[in-house]
């Protein structure tokens, strides 16, 4: 399954990238994209661990920038 989800009150490009690193290290993300200029994330899992792997991903990004919150479009 392939989402883009919208990110609110991403602060930086650094961020960003870390959000990113520790997004791809998720157990069954083929590919994840976090873009500070267009304020999205791009995440692509296994159909079968989906919902656990946007739950993890939401956790990576809190990590992060506990400010940064992940909004389904």
Do not use: H, P, Y
């Amino acid at each position: 399954m392939k989402k883009t989800f919208a990110m609110e009150n991403l602060d930086c490009a650094n961020c960003a990238a870390k959000m990113e690193k520790n997004i791809l290290k998720i157990d069954g993300v083929r590919s994840a994209t976090v873009s500070f200029f267009a304020q999205k994330l791009v995440l692509e899992g296994d159909d079968a661990r989906w919902d656990e792997i946007v739950k993890e991903a939401c956790k990576a990004v809190s990590r992060v920038d506990a400010d940064c919150k992940v909004i389904a479009k």
